[in-house]
Each structure stands twice: as structure tokens, then as C-alpha cells.
T-cell receptor, first 112, second 112 residues
Framework: SQQGEEDPQALSIQEGENATMNCSYK?????LQWYRQNSGRGLVHLIL?????REKHSGRLRVTLDTSKKSSSLLITASRAADTASYFC????????????FGSGTRLLVRP | DGGITQSPKYLFRKEGQNVTLSCEQN?????MYWYRQDPGQGLRLIYY???????QKGDIAEGYSVSREKKESFPLTVTSAQKNPTAFYLC???????????FGPGTRLLVL
């Protein structure tokens, strides 16, 4: 089962612009993570936000979490062509397995 | 170099054939995971293992089998019972007590 839905499914922006991706989920979570996937490659962890946090920053990344709305957003500021990739949110429930439940992803294209 | 390796990069399966995908990690991580990714979709969990000689089914385990005889290895067998095996398969590992997963480069399985 897939917990999350991401919006938009695809996003095309100009280099230097900001990119915002949204993720919604269905059940209570322990934390929410964002991963990046370059075409045909494995995933790379970007950032983790816990259920008791509202906002987190890492370099050009800003993540917000609204547990009342069961939603999260990822903002990439001052985008670069190298940011072109698919971005996935993944939720972790409260059990000990630390299983990731992935959303369907947003495909980001940054035009030079 | 530390990391997760998956082999082969591409694998072809004939009708009625079982095939095994390799996943090896030298990160000394306790937990390992297998995911399936279909085109344009997020990842779905097939099996996971939190310690040697123990593993649990994920959301889509039917037609797959795994073993965890060594900490560093978690091979996945796609059996002939899996009627739609064409997909991108990703292996991941997680350190004990850690919350994020580290992914291998993936194996693309195609049916002849």
C-alpha cells in the first residue's frame, strides 16, 4: 500500500526559481523523510522531519510538516539544473521496523 | 569504499524461471530491505530483515523469497509464481537505531 500522494506529479521550472512539492499521507506517523532519485538510479536521503517538528532546513532545502492536515512540503530554493530528479516523500509509522511507505513522487525538471 | 552493491544491473528472465538478485552491504547495518519500483511509481516493500536469520513480508511478498544468512547479504529470488516481474528492484540498508535508509543502485529485471 502507498501511504502518500504527491503533488504535482511533474514540475518544470527555470534555473534559479524555487520548486515546491507537496505530500499528503493517511495515518499517524513517527517521522517523514524526503528522498531524491536520479533517473534509473537508487534513492538518496535528503532530510527527515519528526512528527513533533514543524519546519526543518538543510542547505537549500526547507521541509514543513502539518500533522493536523497530514501533509508535508519540500521547498528547493534557487534551483539548479543538477536538481533535476524525482523526489519522494516516505513516512515511518510508530513500530520498530522503520519501514518506509513511499508516495508516488514528483518529477522535477530544472531548465538551464 | 563503503556502500551497498546490487548485481547484476540488468537481468533477463525467461518464462517459468527463477532468478536471484544480489544485494551486499559493507556498512555493518543491521536491517536490510527490498523494494519494487514500477515506471512512474513510488517504491513498494517486498521483504525486510532486521537481524540475521530473520525476515518479514512486506506489502507485495507474493512470488518472491529472501534469505538472510549473513549480515552483509540479503538476496532476493523472483520465482516463477511472480507473474509480472518486470520492474526496477532496489535494496536498502539501515543501521541499528537509525531511521534513514541507504539505497543500492538497483537491478532492472526484464522478461524475455
Amino acid at each position: 500500500s502507498q501511504q502518500g500522494e504527491e503533488d504535482p506529479q511533474a514540475l518544470s521550472i527555470q534555473e534559479g526559481e524555487n520548486a515546491t512539492m507537496n505530500c499528503s499521507y493517511k495515518t499517524s506517523i513517527n517521522n517523514l523523510q524526503w528522498y531524491r532519485q536520479n533517473s534509473g538510479r537508487g534513492l538518496v536521503h535528503l532530510i527527515l522531519i519528526r512528527s513533533n517538528e514543524r519546519e526543518k532546513h538543510s542547505g537549500r532545502l526547507r521541509v514543513t510538516l502539518d500533522t493536523s492536515k497530514k501533509s508535508s512540503s519540500l521547498l528547493i530554493t534557487a534551483s539548479r539544473a543538477a536538481d533535476t530528479a524525482s523526489y519522494f516523500c516516505a513516512t515511518v509509522l510508530g513500530d520498530s521496523s522503520y519501514k518506509l511507505i513511499f508516495g508516488s513522487g514528483t518529477r522535477l525538471l530544472v531548465r538551464p | 569504499d563503503g556502500g551497498i552493491t546490487q548485481s547484476p544491473k540488468y537481468l533477463f528472465r525467461k518464462e517459468g524461471q527463477n532468478v536471484t538478485l544480489s544485494c551486499e552491504q559493507n556498512l555493518n547495518h543491521d536491517a536490510m530491505y527490498w523494494y519494487r519500483q514500477d515506471p512512474g511509481q513510488g517504491l513498494r516493500l517486498i521483504y525486510y530483515s532486521q537481524i540475521v536469520n530473520d525476515f518479514q513480508k512486506g506489502d507485495i511478498a507474493e512470488g518472491y523469497s529472501v534469505s538472510r544468512e549473513k549480515k552483509e547479504s540479503f538476496p532476493l529470488t523472483v520465482t516463477s509464481a511472480q507473474k509480472n516481474p518486470t520492474a526496477f528492484y532496489l535494496c536498502a540498508s539501515r543501521p541499528g537505531g537509525g531511521e534513514t535508509q541507504y539505497f543500492g543502485p538497483g537491478t532492472r529485471l526484464l522478461v524475455l
